[in-house]
Every structure is written in structure tokens, then in C-alpha cells.
């Protein structure tokens, strides 16, 4: 988060912070890591390097990923994979 940043439109050109390689729009599979289960949450919208593999995710789908994990904690479910609601990203 640095000053200077303009109103970067999505799929507005980034480079890694990490190799400074090209991110580029893609899905990746996150997982949440609960007290008593773990959440595997596929299609995630992020931005991805294309050397390295790190990957970034909009102030949004964050949010959305806290969502659903708050979401999922009361589950008796050990293991959860669910797909990234489309509608979020
Ligand atoms: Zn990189």
C-alpha cells in the first residue's frame, strides 16, 4: 500500500514485489487453516507471477476469503472444499 497509487483498473499492468516478474490475471486454490478444520476454497481470483508463482489477492477477495472461513468454522466438516462464490470477485 504506498502512496502514489492511482485507481489501478483490474488487469492493470503489476510486477511481482518479489522478483519483479509480470502478474498476471488467474485462479489459484486457497487454503484456510481453522482450529478445527481446514477450508479449501478453489477458483480464487488473484493475480499470479509468472516466474515465480506469487500470488496476490484484491482487498475484496481477501475479504470474501474471511467471509467464508468465518462461514465454514461451525461446520463439523474436517476437510471443506468449496468453490469461490463468481458473483464476489
Ligand atoms: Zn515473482
Known sequence: MGTGYENKKEGAEM?????????VPGTTSHVAQLDKCIIIIKNVPCMKCTQCGE??????????????ADAMEN???????????????
Open 15 to 23: 510486477t511481482c514485489l518479489f522478483c519483479k516478474g509480470d502478474m
Open 55 to 68: 500470488v496476490v489477492y484484491s482487498g475484496k477477495v481477501v475479504e470474501k476469503l474471511e467471509q467464508l
Open 75 to 89: 461446520t463439523l466438516t474436517e476437510v471443506a472444499i468449496i468453490n469461490f462464490p463468481t458473483e464476489a470477485a
